[in-house]
Nanobody, 121 residues
Framework: VQLQASGGGQVQAGGSLKLACTAS????????LAWYRQTPGSQRELVAM???????IYTDSVKGRFTISRENVEKRVYLQMDSLKPEDTAVYYC????????????????WGQGTLVTVSS
């Protein structure tokens, strides 16, 4: 599965960005989708997830500020990021995987190249 993320850029604190990710999977609608982020020297962190039936989960630090959504016909997943903070600065990756028993299981072969988000104070 190939994933293409876009929409990153540089914004000031308090600003907004909307990330988009397009997947090549023919079974897109059957999978859960997630956004992760990673900073240098840190592990990749799950930011938000949306299941195939629309269940969403968010890491605590972005709750109320970020919104994940999906468009199955277009095979796209979005991440609307509002009230951005400098600590949101990272490379953001999308992933297509499985949501089961309250956990998200990423497909390690479907990370894509990531998109850089830089938030200045």
């Amino acid at each position: 599965v190939q994933l293409q993320a876009s929409g990153g850029g540089q914004v000031q604190a308090g600003g907004s960005l909307k990330l988009a990710c397009t997947a090549s999977s023919n079974a897109f609608g059957a999978y859960a989708l997630a956004w992760y982020r990673q900073t240098p020297g840190s592990q990749r962190e799950l930011v938000a997830m949306i299941s195939n039936v629309g269940t969403t989960i968010y890491t605590d630090s972005v709750k109320g500020r970020f919104t994940i959504s999906r468009e199955n016909v277009e095979k796209r997943v979005y991440l609307q990021m509002d009230s951005l903070k400098p600590e949101d600065t990272a490379v953001y990756y999308c992933n297509l995987g499985v949501y089961a028993s309250g956990d998200y299981y990423p497909n390690e072969d479907s990370w894509g190249q990531g998109t850089l988000v830089t938030v200045s104070s």
